[in-house]
């Protein structure tokens, strides 16, 4: 009896070990900082990978995942929740965020739009939901922001949280009531994703690039930069300034430069203050990325400015860039 026992103890010590084998590592899917860089506010899945089957020359997987919510503080590097938040619908992303909540948009699992929840919104200062889906819905007849996952930013009102409804039109929804009413203006359309997004502008006037795989910035022909890049990009950081006619955010007479270190790994990047009218470099800093299951995830990277900090988010983990100098001055892991 004793050593039937033993068997069943070690038969379940195995189950919890394959089973705990199957959790795979967390990722991101998307994030955002709030205006002015205060806080940067993130979804990330953790997957379970249930069953594995051979089919012909591959392999399918299939499992489940489940999405938290988790906010930092940038001045601090601190994460605000204890425990995240599970939403609760299947896809969430960040709409926006200010000072004082967060918007989570909803998409449901499957393609019927009839069942997409209404966005819903969470209270920093609390760590819950102030306004939930179902009330937003209620709040808002007719289904009007059912699936709602178009967000913009007015950059006369950083702070107001922007959607659009059904009907086309852009609405401002209320963080306290969850009531929606039309708005208008000259807005910026938001984007949380962490795939194939930059916050590119164009180089300033009077500045063009030249070269081969490598790019020189020049000035008239006259002044070239002293450094070259490989597939730059020219940065804006500022809220407000992310469409496409943009020139790139002005630091200090400065012009920051995200650019490739390697034509073979995507991941290995660098961050270059480049000065606007001599066209030195000022400082150029190489932005440390851990590896592991981010590959085809690198080109992720969200920026924000906070005084003469620079804020660099990829799918793995926020830095704070002193402006001066380019010197990291903290690195807070995004998932454990």
Known sequence: MQTRWRWQLLALVICVALLAGCRQAPALSGGMFSSGGRYFAYIYMVIWIHSYQRTGGRTVSSGSFRS?????????????????????CGYPRIGDLNASHVL???????RDTRDRPAPFVFDLATGKV???SRT??????????????STFRDPAAPEAFIVEGKDGRNYRLDPTSGVATVTSGELVRL???ISGFYQACH???????????RRHIERDKALRSQDDFLDPQYLCVDSG????????????????VLSRTSTQ????????????????????????QPRGDWAGRFDSEKFARRGQHVLVANASQLLDIDLTSGRILRNTALVD
């Not at 989570?104 to 499957?110: F, H, I, K, L, R």
């Not at 937003?136 to 996952?149: K, T």
């Not at 180089?203 to 795989?213: F, K, N, Q, V, Y």
């Open 68 to 88: 938290y919510l988790q906010v930092i503080d940038t001045d601090s590097g601190r994460k605000l929740l204890e425990r995240p938040l599970r939403p609760d």
């Open 104 to 110: 989570v948009t909803c998409m449901a699992a499957g």
């Open 130 to 132: 102030r306004v939930d």
């Open 136 to 149: 937003v819905a209620e709040r808002n007849p007719g289904g009007l922001l059912g699936g709602a996952d």
């Open 191 to 193: 984007e949380s994703g």
């Open 203 to 213: 180089l300033p006037a009077g500045l063009h690039e030249s070269g081969g795989t």
């Open 241 to 256: 300034q992310r469409d496409s006619l943009a020139a790139a955010t002005d630091i200090d007479g400065g012009l920051l």
């Open 265 to 288: 790994d995507a991941q290995d990047k660098q961050l270059t203050l480049l000065d606007r009218t001599t066209l030195k470099t000022r400082w150029s800093t190489p932005l440390p």
